[in-house]
């Protein structure tokens, strides 16, 4: 009688824990999201706009790597999201809520656009890199220092400051942008040296987003083996998942919290420098162009994997240069674009649910009981 009223009051379905996959088994499933994605985006097209969703995928395609001039474009942005998404990538992996780096990016644009216009008449180019460098990484990591040692010495909530960080970076931006703009009260500062290039960074090879892709290509890297194969990532990884635990075993977790943020923001700030120094040669309140949030969507993504980032991110740059392509060809609504790169990506998270999760019916362990 008991095990008939346990049967009845047994749910319909219950989600379990996954033992972990194979690698191979995992992207199966990520592909088959894909693909699930892609038949729900040409159902929504059809019915939306009436276009032939072959014919939009195609205009996708060409719009994100239909010319040379186009994969340049592709590549240059895929390195700064990646460059981003890398700053982001230890805080969170010590699941430190890191929502500043757009201003952490914006505070290392600001430090590359001071030295350019305060020194680019005065320091030669051998003198004046170095420095801008420097200025960029100290900015970025002071940005990120602040809300650690808030965090370190008395708990402060990471998510929250972080993220008021931001908008006091975004009207410090604006307030240099109006005492140096170009007209005067136009708020826009306008190219720096635009006659002189000081404090560009070179182009390579006739290729001007050249150095910014090598840069952030070491710098994934190097943040691999960091994180991987040091004693910091090993220390990451242990407060990460408990920082009781960190402390059993002999780990300073405040000193991991300010070490990372300090590395976090630094990181963020020479994206800052590439957008400023190596890509704009310019700073606005959207230099940063939102990637400090999306950056946390590639991070979380890949796991916390450098190498795996490459591809988080290049999904997400292919998504947004074809949907901006889709626009321009159909003369579609901007948002509808928008609505397509979201479904897609809907799918991807999605995808990582199953990943981790299996749902089991009713009835069906019945089967491997004695």
Same mark, same amino acid.
């Given at each position: 009688?008991?095990?008939?009223?346990?049967?009845?009051?047994?749910?319909?379905?219950?989600?379990?824990?996954?033992?972990? !996959?194979?690698?191979?088994?995992?992207?199966?499933?990520?592909?088959?999201?894909?693909?699930?994605?892609?038949?729900?985006?040409?159902?929504?097209?059809?019915?939306?706009?009436?276009?032939?969703?072959?014919?939009?995928?195609?205009?996708?395609?060409?719009?994100?790597?239909?010319?040379?001039?186009?994969?340049?474009?592709?590549?240059?942005?895929?390195?700064? !999201?990646?460059?981003?998404?890398?700053?982001?990538?230890? *805080?969170?992996?010590?699941?430190?809520?890191?929502?500043?780096?757009?201003?952490?990016?914006?505070?290392?644009?600001?430090?590359?656009?001071?030295?350019?216009? !305060?020194?680019?008449?005065?320091?030669?180019?051998?003198?004046?890199?170095?420095?801008?460098?420097?200025?960029?990484?100290?900015?970025?990591?002071?940005?990120?220092?602040?809300? *650690?040692?808030?965090?370190?010495?008395?708990?402060?909530?990471?998510?929250?400051?972080?993220?008021?960080?931001?908008?006091?970076?975004?009207?410090?931006?604006?307030?240099?942008? !109006?005492?140096?703009?170009?007209?005067?009260?136009?708020?826009?500062?306008?190219?720096?040296?635009?006659?002189?290039?000081?404090?560009?960074?070179?182009?390579?090879?006739?290729?001007?987003?050249?150095?910014?892709?090598?840069?952030?290509?070491?710098?994934?890297?190097?943040?691999?083996?960091?994180?991987?194969?040091?004693?910091?990532?090993?220390?990451?990884?242990?407060?990460?998942?408990?920082?009781?635990?960190?402390?059993?075993?002999?780990?300073?977790?405040?000193?991991?919290?300010?070490?990372?943020?300090?590395?976090?923001? *630094?990181?963020?700030?020479?994206?800052?420098?590439?957008?400023?120094?190596?890509?704009?040669?310019?700073?606005?309140?959207?230099? *940063?162009?939102?990637?400090?949030?999306?950056?946390?969507?590639?991070?979380?993504?890949?796991?916390?994997?450098?190498?795996?980032?490459?591809?988080?991110?290049?999904?997400?740059?292919?998504?947004?240069?074809?949907?901006?392509?889709?626009?321009?060809?159909?003369?579609?609504?901007?948002?509808?674009?928008?609505?397509?790169?979201?479904?897609?990506?809907?799918?991807?998270?999605?995808?990582?649910?199953?990943?981790?999760?299996?749902?089991?019916?009713?009835?069906?362990?019945?089967?491997?009981?004695?």
């Amino acid at each position: 009688m008991k095990q008939a009223e346990r049967h009845i009051r047994e749910p319909l379905f219950h989600i379990a824990k996954r033992d972990a !996959l194979v690698w191979w088994a995992a992207w199966l499933i990520r592909i088959a999201a894909v693909a699930a994605a892609l038949v729900v985006c040409a159902v929504v097209t059809v019915m939306m706009t009436g276009e032939n969703p072959i014919k939009v995928y195609a205009t996708m395609i060409d719009g994100a790597i239909g010319t040379e001039r186009r994969i340049w474009n592709l590549l240059q942005s895929l390195a700064m !999201l990646l460059c981003v998404s890398l700053g982001v990538t230890p *805080a969170f992996k010590m699941r430190f809520w890191n929502i500043g780096a757009e201003g952490q990016v914006l505070v290392g644009g600001m430090a590359t656009a001071v030295c350019m216009i !305060l020194f680019g008449d005065k320091l030669p180019t051998a003198l004046l890199l170095p420095v801008i460098i420097v200025a960029s990484i100290v900015a970025g990591a002071v940005w990120g220092l602040i809300p *650690a040692l808030f965090k370190a010495k008395w708990n402060t909530n990471e998510t929250l400051f972080t993220l008021m960080m931001n908008y006091i970076a975004i009207q410090l931006v604006s307030y240099f942008s !109006l005492q140096w703009s170009v007209p005067k009260g136009s708020g826009q500062i306008g190219i720096i040296n635009g006659d002189t290039h000081a404090g560009w960074l070179p182009s390579i090879g006739g290729h001007d987003y050249l150095i910014n892709i090598l840069i952030v290509a070491v710098l994934t890297v190097v943040m691999y083996i960091y994180l991987k194969y040091s004693k910091h990532g090993y220390e990451i990884s242990v407060v990460g998942e408990s920082e009781n635990t960190a402390r059993y075993i002999g780990i300073n977790v405040k000193k991991v919290i300010i070490r990372t943020m300090l590395i976090s923001g *630094a990181i963020c700030g020479i994206a800052g420098l590439l957008l400023v120094s190596g890509t704009d040669h310019t700073i606005t309140r959207d230099t *940063a162009a939102g990637r400090g949030f999306t950056a946390i969507m590639v991070s979380w993504l890949a796991k916390f994997n450098p190498l795996f980032m490459v591809l988080t991110t290049l999904l997400i740059v292919f998504l947004q240069k074809g949907a901006i392509e889709i626009s321009t060809i159909f003369g579609l609504n901007a948002s509808f674009s928008e609505i397509i790169t979201g479904i897609i990506i809907f799918f991807i998270i999605g995808s990582e649910f199953f990943i981790n999760y299996t749902v089991k019916f009713r009835g069906s362990d019945k089967g491997g009981k004695a």
